[in-house]
């Protein structure tokens, strides 16, 4: 049963937390319930299917390997650059095995080493390495890593935690603010159900399924741009209501998770939205690959030109993310396109200030320039999306599938 994707889950959820609820309004954390919770609730998922198997596997593995590094790195004070690296190599390399299988058997896309959200897991194993290197994490104790691997109210679709933010909050007694969060994730509850089953679904159902065929059948800028429009807002309602039930899930076992979604379509340019929109991901690639970039570059002395390491960065860090949705052409494309976007919007506040533009802010400004980023920003969904390679495929071949979103 996928998390999240039936009011029946939502039962069998309710009832399940009802004593963890209760246990925490009276100051108890019941560690232990919480364990079997996730036990039971990652078999309903996982169970019945090779994955279960996988992700056992997986886990086992990324144990070794960050229990292995922290050995090296905290108790024998080891830090060599190629140890690090093929650590890091090793972490990704199940998520790069599945992300590759449907290029080498397109008739069978589904690699047996894939499970339900192995990519936010990896990207918590991978973030933890590279803090045990820095030294921001001095010990990996087996039961709190094995709890936030496999943390089961994220573990399909994120937000993407961090080890230390997460570790403090388990070890932490009840908060007197448990009420208040209580409150919240049953707010957030509700919210998502409003965006996922109402309002995404009416999305799916009256507009986008059938205006997205009507596009590949029928193409016009007419029937494409409302076919954009579709998909960009179903994108957001969908996955922002599964950021919800996670968090509002969290809330209610007294977890207070960093949160997805703040308002991205009033993003005023393209690093704002950058700051609203997946934002756990965002910021993830930002302290991670950006950032870290930026420093080797400046270590290294490879370049002095802050605007030439800037540009480098910004390629190299969302053509990477572009890579993590899939090996495929269109989703490369979308890195490029957010990457140029960061670097001409850059390269336009250093012409502002070379002309000694004054341009007024004002709310008609402001205005326009949510105007000119929110369509920006759909033309790259409209890149996603994989609908112009529907539409180039089936001009190509009539037999090819139509879109089915």
Same mark, same amino acid.
């Given at each position: 049963?996928?998390?999240?994707?039936?009011?029946?889950?939502?039962?069998?959820? #309710?009832?399940?937390?009802?004593?963890?609820?209760?246990?925490?309004?009276?100051?108890?954390?019941?560690?232990?319930?919480?364990?079997?919770?996730?036990?039971?609730?990652?078999?309903?998922?996982?169970?019945?299917?090779?994955?279960?198997?996988?992700?056992?596997?997986?886990?086992?593995?990324?144990?070794?390997?960050?229990?292995?590094?922290?050995?090296?790195?905290?108790?024998?004070?080891?830090?060599?650059?190629?140890?690090?690296?093929?650590?890091?190599?090793?972490?990704?390399?199940?998520?790069?095995?599945?992300?590759?299988?449907?290029?080498?058997?397109?008739?069978?896309?589904?690699?047996?080493?894939?499970?339900?959200?192995?990519?936010?897991?990896?990207?918590?194993?991978?973030?933890?390495?590279?803090?045990?290197?820095?030294?921001?994490?001095?010990?990996?104790?087996?039961?709190?890593?094995?709890?936030?691997?496999?943390?089961?109210?994220?573990?399909?679709? #994120?937000?993407?935690?961090?080890?230390?933010?997460?570790?403090?909050?388990?070890?932490?007694?009840?908060?007197?603010?448990?009420?208040?969060?209580?409150?919240?994730?049953?707010?957030?509850?509700?919210?998502?159900?409003?965006?996922?089953?109402?309002?995404?679904?009416?999305?799916?159902?009256?507009?986008?399924?059938?205006?997205?065929?009507?596009?590949?059948?029928?193409?016009?800028?007419?029937?494409?741009?409302?076919?954009?429009?579709?998909?960009?807002?179903?994108?957001?309602?969908?996955?922002?209501?599964?950021?919800?039930?996670?968090?509002?899930?969290?809330?209610?076992?007294?977890?207070?998770?960093?949160?997805?979604?703040?308002?991205?379509?009033?993003?005023?340019?393209?690093?704002?939205?950058?700051?609203?929109?997946?934002?756990?991901?965002?910021?993830?690639?930002?302290?991670?690959?950006?950032?870290?970039?930026?420093?080797?570059?400046?270590?290294?002395?490879?370049?002095?030109?802050?605007?030439?390491?800037?540009?480098?960065?910004?390629?190299?860090?969302?053509?990477?993310?572009?890579?993590?949705?899939?090996?495929?052409?269109?989703?490369?494309?979308?890195?490029?396109?957010?990457?140029?976007?960061?670097?001409?919007?850059?390269?336009?506040?250093?012409?502002?200030?070379?002309?000694?533009?004054?341009?007024?802010?004002?709310?008609?400004?402001?205005?326009?320039?949510?105007?000119?980023?929110?369509?920006?920003?759909?033309?790259?969904?409209?890149?996603?999306?994989?609908?112009?390679?529907?539409?180039?495929?089936?001009?190509?071949?009539?037999?090819?599938?139509?879109?089915?979103?």
């Amino acid at each position: 049963m996928q998390p999240y994707s039936t009011p029946f889950y939502f039962v069998i959820l #309710g009832a399940a937390l009802i004593p963890l609820v209760i246990a925490q309004l009276f100051g108890k954390k019941l560690m232990a319930y919480q364990v079997l919770l996730t036990i039971a609730f990652l078999w309903l998922t996982f169970s019945g299917t090779v994955t279960i198997w996988a992700l056992i596997g997986f886990g086992i593995f990324q144990t070794l390997l960050v229990k292995a590094y922290e050995w090296y790195r905290v108790k024998q004070k080891k830090n060599q650059s190629i140890i690090f690296y093929l650590a890091i190599l090793l972490s990704i390399l199940p998520l790069f095995l599945v992300k590759l299988h449907p290029l080498i058997q397109p008739s069978h896309p589904s690699s047996i080493l894939g499970f339900l959200g192995i990519s936010y897991v990896s990207f918590k194993t991978v973030a933890m390495l590279m803090e045990i290197r820095d030294g921001l994490i001095k010990a990996v104790p087996l039961k709190e890593f094995l709890y936030f691997l496999y943390f089961y109210p994220t573990i399909s679709s #994120g937000p993407i935690d961090r080890f230390r933010r997460f570790a403090k909050e388990m070890k932490a007694p009840v908060s007197a603010k448990y009420p208040e969060l209580l409150n919240q994730g049953i707010f957030r509850i509700f919210q998502g159900f409003l965006y996922k089953f109402i309002i995404g679904y009416l999305i799916d159902q009256y507009w986008l399924h059938g205006i997205a065929i009507e596009a590949t059948l029928h193409t016009s800028v007419w029937t494409v741009s409302q076919a954009m429009y579709a998909y960009g807002l179903y994108l957001f309602f969908d996955f922002a209501g599964y950021s919800l039930f996670a968090i509002g899930v969290s809330n209610l076992m007294g977890y207070d998770l960093p949160h997805n979604f703040n308002k991205p379509f009033l993003a005023k340019n393209i690093h704002d939205f950058w700051q609203r929109w997946h934002m756990t991901l965002s910021f993830w690639f930002r302290d991670f690959v950006f950032m870290r970039l930026v420093k080797t570059f400046m270590v290294k002395k490879w370049s002095k030109n802050m605007v030439t390491i800037s540009n480098i960065g910004y390629l190299a860090n969302m053509l990477i993310m572009g890579l993590w949705h899939g090996l495929t052409w269109y989703y490369i494309l979308y890195g490029l396109y957010h990457a140029l976007l960061m670097i001409g919007y850059d390269a336009w506040n250093r012409l502002k200030k070379r002309k000694k533009w004054k341009i007024p802010k004002n709310r008609w400004t402001v205005a326009l320039s949510v105007f000119i980023t929110f369509n920006l920003v759909f033309i790259g969904f409209l890149i996603f999306s994989g609908l112009p390679n529907a539409i180039l495929m089936h001009n190509l071949d009539h037999c090819a599938p139509l879109p089915n979103f």
